[in-house]
């Protein structure tokens, strides 16, 4: 059973990115997933949730710019990131919860993707 993200990497302010979230050994169909930060010196951060019921949610720092998808055939849950900004670098994870609907509590985590945004 693992998670694993993928898709971070050195972007300019303005560009985009698409973080990838794949799980192995358990179908993500029943889990709400979520997309956490957390920049160096700081707490972690919610950024996106998509519930098992398929409910999404944003942080207000993000809403409008972040979107937050699920592909059943692929097994993964993408966070597309456009109009990036600066205060937007950071590690990435995401995380689990089963039959979750929300994203508070979550119960498995995957290792980080660095996103690196800067002219």
């Known amino acids: 059973v693992q998670l694993q993200a993928s898709g971070g990497g050195l972007v300019q302010p303005g560009g985009s990115l698409r973080l990838s979230c794949t799980a192995s050994g358990f179908t993500l169909d029943d889990y709400a997933v979520g997309w956490f930060r957390q920049a160096p010196g700081k707490e972690r951060e919610g950024v996106s949730c998509i519930a098992s019921g398929g409910m999404t949610s944003y942080a207000g720092s993000v809403r409008g710019r972040f979107t937050i998808s699920r592909d059943k055939s692929k097994n993964t849950v993408y966070l597309q990131m456009n109009n990036l900004k600066l205060e937007d670098a950071s590690v990435y994870y995401c995380?689990?919860?089963?039959?979750?609907?929300?994203?508070?509590?979550?119960?498995?985590w995957g290792q980080g993707t660095l996103v690196t945004v800067s002219s």
């Open positions: 995380a689990t919860r089963k039959w979750g609907s929300s994203c508070a509590g979550m119960e498995s």
